[in-house]
């Protein structure tokens, strides 16, 4: 199992940037996908980007494609989640997770990080 570490939340302004990280324990697998999702206050948890660990494919939820980026660092088992032009809206808990299907459905991963709070004043 992968037992996996968020970080870099916080509360900032509609308008600032954050890069959330996520420390994998072990190298991710050749077929492992890497995945961020999000949930806020009341709602469900919902997908927000993806990424192939080889290869380096990227899926974005329309909420938050041009303003978020995704990409991994594999020498250092670390998954980042860069954040622009953050909106009020995109307050939540956001968690890391891996697995080793190409999806947007969270029930496919196996492996979930603690979450990290992001809280973007108006």
């Known amino acids: 199992q992968m037992k996996l570490v968020e970080s870099g939340g916080g509360s900032v302004q509609d308008g600032a940037s954050l890069r959330l990280s996520c420390a994998a324990s072990?190298?991710?697998?050749?077929?492992?996908?890497l995945a961020w999702f999000r949930q806020a206050p009341g709602k469900e948890r919902e997908f927000v980007a993806l990424?192939?660990?080889?290869?380096?494919?990227?899926l974005y939820s329309e909420s938050v494609k041009g303003r978020f980026t995704i990409s991994r660092d594999n020498p250092e088992n670390t998954l980042y989640l860069q954040m622009n032009n953050l909106k009020p809206e995109d307050t939540a808990v956001y968690y890391c997770?891996?697995?080793?299907?190409?999806?947007?459905?969270?029930?496919?991963?196996?492996?979930w990080g603690q979450g990290t709070q992001v809280t973007v004043a108006a």
């Open positions: 997770a891996h697995g080793t299907e190409y999806t947007t459905n969270q029930r496919a991963y196996d492996d």
């Open positions: 990424i192939r660990s080889r290869g380096g494919s990227q």
């Open positions: 072990q190298r991710p697998f050749s077929r492992s996908v």
